[in-house]
């Protein structure tokens, strides 16, 4: 059974930073992307950031470039985002996913999903 488990959110003041991480199990991810979504209380799921496997070139949200910083260890089966600079707006149930080859920003391209991990970001 494949399993994405999200953790590290938390509660954080504006300008304060958090690392989420995720971890997969079930199944290699050899090939696949990786990707972080968010979704704000009566908002759609919106694109965070991507991480191919081959060169682990990334992708970035306009909202999310020069803050984050996604990374993946391809060994332990992880990845990871790194959140600097957080601003209030940022408050949303962070999502760790998986799809082949490609990284998209659609959420419904993506074929395995984390239950999530909640970002609050007091001002």
């Known amino acids: 059974q494949v399993q994405l488990v999200e953790s590290g959110g938390g509660l954080v003041q504006a300008g304060g930073s958090l690392r989420l991480s995720c971890a997969v199990s079930g199944r290699s991810f050899s090939g696949y992307v990786m990707a972080w979504f968010r979704q704000a209380p009566g908002k759609e799921r919106e694109f965070v950031a991507g991480?191919?496997?081959?060169?682990?070139?990334?992708v970035y949200a306009d909202s999310a470039k020069g803050r984050f910083t996604i990374s993946r260890d391809n060994a332990k089966n992880t990845v990871a985002l790194q959140m600097n600079s957080l601003k209030p707006e940022d408050t949303a149930v962070y999502f760790c996913a998986a799809r082949p080859l490609v990284v998209t920003i659609d959420p419904n391209t993506y074929n395995y999903w984390g239950q999530g991990t909640q970002v609050t970001v007091s001002s």
């Open positions: 991480i191919r496997w081959i060169h682990m070139s990334t």
